[in-house]
């Protein structure tokens, strides 16, 4: 062990002597530490006891850390030895923290999939957008200007609503590792969604419906059939996109959606209209995966982001419309036609509250075939100039009779 007056110039000028390292000591406080490898690499430390064990810190490599700013990070260590703090401690127990990618990952498989039938859409935005710049970084370092920076980065890009998805979504991430004792704090406090949202009520007119529905023949038969069965069974597009073959009969024209796929957790049985019988047999002649609408690059999974095909389908017909709309349109236009809105809620397997949910058991299959097989042939009418049949709808207890 070697003392030596730290100077700038003395550290720059200092060679290795031997095969072997050699510590030097600052001579003045606070007993900064250099230690000189064969090598001839620098290593700042400073030695300190704690629950009366040596330890050991090591601070950096010169020149990266320079020599003031090695002083200063050890005044400031052995502050915290004088309050009964362990530095060394605190920077294995640093270095071993977690980085957002590892929390992701656990946030993923440990909640997201067990409680989110929508968890693919937050492992998509976590691999597209966060991932790329936070991936490697220490959770614990991740500060509000970071989320901010990010939030800012998809509102330039011209995705001012997902960018308040991403908030929402990177805010759960950091509580749910609060919850697991991986972190203790999380930076999206007192951030503000970046934009104002405004409840949609866009509902294609009967001309846009038929410009969107020619422009689907230009895309490939998956993807155009998803967008017209979106339509015409009124259906959320993430229990679209996730209908399997195993769940559909084609002899008797039902399709079930489990429970588990279902977005309010309850098994939903939609009849599928002529119309809608007829793609799914197109599908069906040319099905090798599980998935009627299987991802273009895993055949094992369903297709996932629909955003740009939905973009490519806005500019080949000139209507604006983002692929949630279609839903919309298909009941709008259901209940124009006549049709109770009891049964349009039926079909869009809506909740009703209080007792009517208890105690109205009715299935009301019969209303829904019939609704629906009349909302396909409005539906064809409007593509091909042809006048749909109008039949009557009898309601339950009573009730008089509605043309659809």
């Not at 320079?66 to 200063?72: G, I, P, Q, V, Y």
């Not at 349109?329 to 397997?349: F, W």
């Amino acid at each position: 062990m070697a003392k030596a007056t730290f100077t700038a110039r003395w550290i720059a000028a200092l060679k290795p002597s031997t095969e072997k390292q050699v510590d030097y000591f600052d001579t003045k406080p606070p007993s900064l530490g250099l230690r000189l490898a064969p090598s001839g690499r620098k290593t700042w430390f400073i030695l300190y006891r704690a629950g009366g064990r040596l330890r050991r810190l090591t601070l950096g490599t010169y020149p990266v850390l320079s020599l003031a700013d090695a002083r200063e990070q050890a005044l400031s260590a052995r502050h915290t030895v004088a309050k009964g703090g362990d530095p060394a401690t605190d920077k294995q127990r640093l270095s071993a923290a977690p980085t957002v990618e590892e929390i992701a990952t656990q946030y993923l498989d440990l909640y997201a999939k067990v409680h989110k039938k929508s968890w693919r859409e937050d492992a998509r935005f976590l691999t597209t957008d966060v991932l790329p710049q936070w991936g490697q970084r220490k959770a614990y370092a991740i500060l509000r200007g970071d989320v901010i920076a990010l939030l800012d980065q998809i509102v330039e890009r011209g995705a001012p609503i997902m960018a308040n998805r991403a908030l929402r979504l990177v805010r759960r991430l950091f509580n749910w590792a609060i919850s697991r004792e991986l972190l203790d704090h999380n930076p999206c406090l007192q951030v503000k969604a970046p934009s104002k949202e405004v409840e949609r009520d866009r509902v294609l007119s009967e001309e846009e419906i038929g410009g969107v529905w020619a422009a689907c023949s230009q895309l490939d038969l998956v993807l155009h059939a998803y967008f017209k069965l979106s339509l015409l069974t009124a259906q959320r597009g993430g229990e679209v996109r996730a209908m399997r073959w195993a769940d559909i009969d084609l002899e008797t024209r039902w399709w079930t959606i489990p429970a588990e796929i279902a977005k309010n957790g309850l098994a939903h049985r939609v009849p599928l209209s002529p119309a809608a019988y007829d793609l799914l047999q197109q599908l069906e002649a040319t099905a090798s995966s599980q998935w009627v609408f299987p991802s273009p690059r895993r055949a094992q999974q369903p297709f996932q982001n629909v955003q740009k095909p939905a973009g490519q389908l806005v500019a080949m017909s000139g209507v604006v419309f983002v692929p949630h709309d279609l839903r919309r349109t298909a009941a709008s236009h259901m209940t124009s036609m006549g049709i109770p809105r009891l049964v349009v809620a039926k079909i869009l397997n809506h909740i009703e509250p209080g007792v009517t949910r208890v105690y109205d058991r009715h299935s009301y299959d019969a209303e829904k075939r019939q609704a629906l097989d009349a909302w396909g042939r409005k539906v064809l009418a409007l593509v091909t100039g042809e006048t749909g049949k109008v039949i009557p709808l009898r309601l339950r207890g009573g009730d008089s009779d509605a043309r659809i």
